[in-house]
């Protein structure tokens, strides 16, 4: 059974139902039971006992629910909907359906024409889902990118991303269900870039790109209709952040003087790659300096602040170098693996910079990793050097990005294949 | 009004469906508790942990937790757990 506390009751419902248990038993506890102090907790104990003694007592008499197989994939569901666009808009909010704006109908004949995009069977299971474990099938991935405007030719990029997001080591779990901002990024490498039309100049962050918007939001869409992470449901985000409607770039490959972070990440030179991060905001670093270490001082700065999740938890922290940056740190000979190393050494932050109570949390997270933790302890951002992400991608201009990792999240990379 | 076909973009829950089941008492059961590392809750088991041990009739309390709340435990817990426990309790929320 689940302790759960009073405003998260709908996600530990959710949660159980999604996870195959829709009978879990839950006790209560007061919102929010972390504010509560140590010496009125007891009260809270008495009362949270009697609720599990009479809620498993329920429970026994009520007997075993119905339990069934897992499902199996199959295609998706058709529905009989309003040939309108605002009674379909209307329809979807009503159910739950996307992202709040307006979709274009994923018709039998659209779907068909963006399945073409891809030589795979339209059931094929490409990963389940969280937190509530749809099965993402071809066929689905395809009927949200109709949804988002995307082209057939993004088909093959949006099965590697929907792969990637679903391995362990990404936490899609965490990522939707947090109360934290966390949202999703593809950072596109390779061909696929140029061939599906990813911006990674000018304004490549923000609106105005087809593809960047559509397979973001196509990305997004999943997560929501078969991820199940509905805002107040099962997303309880605090404030949430507008990155979490679509987040997609590609490397500037043309002007960066580094490797690629696909070829970083074991991919061949030449081959597409997309890289899934799991992340919490953007931050502008505007900086008109042409020292490189002033630049990666400064920078340094802008990542060691003291509520971050990076730091208590060993999370992922990444900066986007704007081309101009890069190839100052470049022409002054730091190749990638010195910026991580001189973004590592100078992001050092020391434990008495935080919260007593964060300070508490990283002692006991970072246990196994940093040994005894004081308040003199100089406190990596992340668990090792080369975790520090760094890419090369914008226009001109002096603006790099640092991009806050969510925490328990690692990164994912993988190919992405030719249409065929 | 005119109505059109489209294709739904929603997949249901995929996994397996099964019962969580109850005890009718907790006299002489063991309870396992898996610590979410939110803050109090190590407070909560600890208190639940006396309680029900010396008022409800628990035999045995188990604790056990995870590094961070938004990892799962390690596997080599949830197998003690289900090995050795009668009812495990774990947390959510804040």
Known sequence: MTVCSTAFETLGRSQARALGCPDLPLAFVPHPFGSIAREKLRPVAEDVAKQIETVLAAKARQGAAASAAATKAARAMRMSVPDDVELLHCMFMDEGIGDGLPVIPPTPERVARMLKGTLRAPDEVIAALGPAYGLATVEHIAINAVMAGCKPEAMELLISIVDAIAAPEF???????????????????????????????????????????????????????????????????????????????????????????????????????????????TLNMNTHSKEPEDILRCFSDSMAHAPSNDYWCGGEPWIIFAPEHANILSAAGYSKADVKQKLWDYSLMPASRMAAKDMERTIRTRKSELGVITADTLLPITTEVNRIGVICAGGPGTHSVYVPGFGNSRSVTRAVRDPG | MSMIEICDPRSGPSAAVHSAGGVASLLGKVVGFIDNTKPNFNHLVDDLAEILLANHGVKKVLKRGKRVQSIPAPEAVYSELHAEADVVITGSGD
């Open chain 1, 171 to 281: 936490n899609l779990q965490g990522v939707q269900a947090t109360t934290n901002p966390a949202a999703v990024w593809a950072v596109v490498s390779g061909p696929v870039a140029k061939r599906v039309g990813v911006n990674a100049g000018t304004n490549c962050l923000g609106p105005g790109t087809h593809a960047n918007i559509g397979i973001g939001r196509a990305l997004r869409l999943m997560m929501l209709n078969i991820g199940g992470a509905t805002p107040g449901v099962m997303d309880r985000a605090t404030q949430g952040q507008p990155g979490k409607f679509s987040m997609i770039c590609a490397e500037n490959e043309d002007d960066t003087p580094w490797q690629t972070l696909g070829v970083e990440r074991g991919i061949a030179a030449g081959v597409s790659s997309v890289t899934m991060v799991g992340f919490s905001g």
